[in-house]
C-alpha cells in the first residue's frame, strides 16, 4: 500500500478542489488524484453566480485577486434577436477556468494538499476503508472519499452508472475572443438546436461558450460552416463572430454532456459537483451547485471524522440535503431549456417577458439558491 489518508478526492475540478481547502483547513490529511495537469482551459461558460463568494472567502480565497469581471445583468434573445434585458439579483463574475481552477489548485499545495496525477480507474470498499487503485497501478487507502470527478469520467463506465448508458444529444464549443463588449452583462442567445453564452472574463477577453443539440450540428461540415449557417441566424450572435477575433488556434469541444439525475453515493463514495448532477449550462450556476455541493459533504465528513454522525448518517444526510438544496433548480433549468429549444414556445415566453418583464427575475430566481 502507499498511502493512507483520511479524505481523498477523486478529481481536482471546482468541486473537489474546494472540498480540499475547506477539509484541509480543519486540519485533516487530504489527497487529490487528479489525471490532468495544472492550468488547464476547460469547457465552460465561465460565469459564476456570487451565491458562493462569501463561502470561498471564508475558506481565505481571495478570488479578486484574479481580477474577475463583475457582471450584474443578463440579455437572452430568440433565434430572430429579440431580446429583453434583466438585473441580476445576485450577480456574479466572470473568470477563466485556466486561472481560477489553477489558483485553487496553487492553494491547495500552499494548505499542504497531496496532489497526485493519476487516472483512478477502481475504488473498492470494505472494512470501512476504500481502496482506490490507479491506472499504473497503485493502491491508496483512505477513510472518505469524495467522488469529483466532473460530467463524464472512466470512474462513471467501471461503475456502470446508469446515465452513461445512454446516449446524450448535447455537445458544447468554447474559445475566447478578443471583442467589444460591456464588461457587466452576460448574454444568452437562441439558436436552433441550442443556445450561446457570451461574457467577459479577465484581461479584457470575451468567453463564447455554446451548447447544441447533435442532430443539428451533425448537418454541417463543421463548426465554422455551423456557426455561418445556423448561429449567425440570431443577429447578436452574427456581430458576435464577425466583430470577434478567436484568441485560441481552435475551438475546445466537448460531447455527450448528460443532464441525467445521478445517484449522490456510490458504493458509500459521496459524489459532489457534476458527478452528482448537472444543471443546465443556461442557468449560469453549475459552478456555484458544485462549490456548495462541496461545501455540504465537506461540513458532514468533518462530522463523521469527529465521531459526531455514523457513516450511514453522513450518507443519508448528505443525500437528503443535496436533494433539498439542489433538486429543484436542477428539475427548473432542464423545463428552461426545453422551452428555449422549441421556437414557437421560446417566442411566446420571450412576448410574455416582453410584456411582463418583472417574471425574468422571478425565472432567474427559481434556477439560483441563495449567498452560501
Ligand atoms: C457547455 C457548458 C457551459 C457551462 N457554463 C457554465 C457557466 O457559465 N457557469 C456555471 O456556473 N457553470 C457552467 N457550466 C457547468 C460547470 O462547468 C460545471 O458545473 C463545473 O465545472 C463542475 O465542476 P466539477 O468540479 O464537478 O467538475 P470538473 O471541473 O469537470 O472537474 C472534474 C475533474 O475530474 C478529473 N477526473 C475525471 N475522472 C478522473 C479520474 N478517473 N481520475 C482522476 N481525475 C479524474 C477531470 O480531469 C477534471 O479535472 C457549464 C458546463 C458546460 C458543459
Not at 123 to 143: A, G, H, M, P, Q
Not at 285 to 290: E, F, K, L, Q, T
Amino acid at each position: 500500500m502507499n498511502n493512507k489518508t483520511e479524505i481523498t478526492i477523486i478529481g481536482a475540478g471546482l468541486a473537489g478542489l474546494t472540498a480540499a481547502i475547506h477539509l484541509l483547513k480543519q486540519g485533516f490529511s487530504v489527497t487529490i488524484i487528479e489525471k490532468n495537469s495544472f492550468p488547464k482551459h476547460k469547457v465552460c461558460g465561465e460565469f459564476i453566480s456570487n451565491e458562493i463568494w462569501d463561502y470561498w472567502l471564508t475558506l481565505g480565497l481571495n478570488i479578486t485577486s484574479l481580477q474577475p469581471t463583475k457582471i450584474d445583468k443578463t440579455l437572452l434573445s430568440t433565434t430572430d434577436g429579440k431580446s429583453i434585458e434583466s438585473s441580476l439579483l445576485l450577480g456574479g463574475f466572470g473568470i477563466s477556468r485556466y486561472k481560477l481552477d489553477y489558483y485553487l489548485y496553487q492553494k491547495t499545495l500552499e494548505l499542504g494538499g497531496n496532489i497526485i496525477k493519476a487516472n483512478v480507474n477502481k475504488v473498492t470498499f470494505s472494512n470501512d476503508i476504500f481502496t482506490l487503485r490507479t491506472e499504473e497501478n497503485r493502491l491508496y487507502l483512505s477513510k472518505i472519499v469524495l467522488g469529483s470527478f466532473g460530467k463524464r469520467s472512466n470512474l462513471d463506465l467501471k461503475m456502470h452508472r446508469e446515465f452513461i448508458q445512454k446516449k446524450s444529444p448535447w455537445l458544447a464549443v468554447k474559445a475566447h475572443y478578443d471583442l467589444e463588449l460591456p464588461d457587466d452583462i452576460v448574454m444568452l442567445h437562441n439558436f436552433d438546436g441550442g443556445y450561446c453564452g457570451v461574457s467577459k472574463i479577465e484581461n479584457n477577453k470575451v468567453n463564447i461558450c455554446y451548447l447544441v443539440q447533435y442532430s443539428s450540428f451533425k448537418k454541417y461540415k463543421d463548426i465554422i460552416d455551423f456557426q455561418k449557417k445556423v448561429m449567425m441566424k440570431n443577429p447578436h450572435l452574427n456581430s458576435v463572430f464577425k466583430e470577434g477575433k478567436m484568441l485560441f488556434e481552435k475551438p475546445l469541444t466537448i460531447s455527450q454532456i448528460s443532464f441525467e439525475d445521478k445517484p449522490k453515493i456510490e458504493n458509500h463514495m459521496i459524489m459532489i459537483g457534476d458527478a452528482a448532477g448537472m444543471i443546465h449550462p443556461l442557468c449560469g450556476n453549475g459552478m456555484a451547485i458544485a462549490v456548495h455541493s462541496a461545501k455540504i459533504a465537506s461540513e458532514l465528513a468533518t462530522k463523521y471524522l469527529h465521531n459526531k454522525i455514523t457513516r450511514t448518517q453522513f450518507e443519508n444526510q448528505y443525500v437528503a440535503t443535496w436533494n433539498k438544496t439542489f433538486k429543484s433548480r436542477i428539475q427548473f433549468g432542464s423545463i428552461l431549456s426545453k422551452i428555449l429549444l422549441n421556437n414557437s414556445l421560446s417566442k411566446l415566453v420571450m412576448k410574455s417577458l416582453i410584456f411582463f418583464p418583472f417574471l425574468l427575475p422571478f425565472i432567474i430566481k427559481k434556477t439560483h439558491g441563495k449567498p452560501v
